[in-house]
């Protein structure tokens, strides 16, 4: 009777040749479409496939793809066919062979919103490959490619997609990419015309005082960027009056600017400050209070527009005022005149708080 239990659970022939015609077929269809990915797209097979196929199909594509990296393998069943909103991969260096795979099943996400691939090996080369990607993909709200290595021509390559497509982008992260002064002025040239763009972070690039005057055009006549990171990028003295300039005849709706390790210095740090009150609704972040030697020292740039030094006068003008009134309580008995006030010293002042500015006290 077990012999006869046995027999019924196992398949018949016929089922055995079924499954390994299956089996083959499956390994022999990813192993066409590897060889030759324009001539059947993701696409193609998302629809000709039955849904439990696709996983199979794609351990196919992970056993029998050559030159993916064993890490991209690990991951790669998880993005085919997926309809995710949001890809993040870090830390993770991907080869060509990789990113053209990567890029054959996005374009078939329909819904992706998110794309973030931070330390991940990128140069200037393998970032153009995902041009036709964002200018064709029209749920894409947030790219971030920050800590890959793009250099001046990967910062040519994203400002050229964005002139040409990426209408629903909003958000450009490119922190710690070698862009230099080269690469931000191509970017700055793109958003004199880009109208989609709100918000770019380009901290940690050593754009220099050239690459921060690059923007001054650019601040006069976008109207749509809402937020500009330009953290430790040594812009300098000039660098920031160059900006002080702009944001003093700026029009546009810029909101925050971040500039906090720039080495500004105190005139170029508090006219850029003092811009700022007048231009944006929001006012200045992580303003660099180490580089004035605390926030106090605005004030006395700013003189009777700032809070701290109104407060001081008025402390001061009310104990003069009790001193004086001293000795006509005491009848005028005494003729020593009473001790003078102590002086108000600005470190007990508290930090000013401008109008429209918010100011970081930080060692940032």
């Known amino acids: 009777s077990n012999a006869g239990t046995a027999s019924e659970s196992e398949p018949s022939v016929k089922e055995w040749r079924t499954r390994d015609l299956l089996g083959l077929a499956t390994d022999r269809l990813a192993q066409v479409v590897v060889e030759n990915p324009h001539r059947f797209s993701a696409a193609l097979l998302q629809d000709m496939l039955p849904d439990e196929r696709k996983p199979i199909v794609a351990q196919s594509f992970v056993d029998g793809a050559e030159g993916l990296s064993p890490e991209f393998r690990k991951i790669l069943p998880s993005i085919a066919w997926s309809n995710n909103i949001r890809l993040a991969v870090s830390g993770l260096r991907l080869n060509q062979h990789d990113l053209l795979m990567l890029i054959y099943f996005l ?13 991940c090996g990128l140069d200037a080369t393998t970032i153009a490959l995902f041009t036709p990607l964002m200018q064709n993909t029209v749920s894409l709200r947030l790219v971030d490619f920050s800590w890959n290595k793009i250099g001046k021509q990967g910062a040519q390559a994203m400002a050229h997609t964005l002139k040409k497509g990426c209408t629903t982008l909003h958000t450009l992260r490119l922190l710690g990419c070698d862009l230099g002064a080269p690469g931000c002025e191509f970017l700055a040239q793109m958003l004199q015309s880009n109208a989609t763009l709100t918000r770019l972070d380009i901290a940690f690039n050593d754009v220099g ?76 972040v992580n303003f660099s209070a180490s580089a004035l030697k605390g926030p106090v020292c605005v004030s006395g740039t700013l003189g009777s527009k700032s809070r701290a030094n109104r407060k001081a006068k008025q402390q001061a003008a009310q104990k003069e005022k009790a001193r004086r009134a001293a000795p006509d309580k005491e009848g005028g008995k005494s003729g020593k005149p009473p001790p003078a006030p102590p002086s108000s010293s600005v470190k007990d002042v508290e930090p000013p708080k401008l109008a429209g500015v918010r100011l970081v006290s930080s060692s940032l």
Request: with cysteine.
């Open 209 to 284: 005082p050239i690459g921060a005057a690059s923007f001054a055009q650019t601040i006069l006549q976008n109207t749509t960027l809402l937020e500009l990171d330009l953290r430790s990028n040594h812009i300098g003295p000039s660098g920031g009056e160059a900006l002080a300039d702009a944001l003093l005849h700026s029009f546009g709706n810029l909101k925050t600017i971040k500039v906090c390790d720039n080495g500004l210095g105190e005139a170029a740090a508090a006219k850029l400050a003092s811009c700022m009150r007048g231009t944006t609704r929001s006012g200045l």
């Open 107 to 119: 374009e078939t996400n329909t819904r992706i919103e998110d794309l973030v691939l931070t330390s």
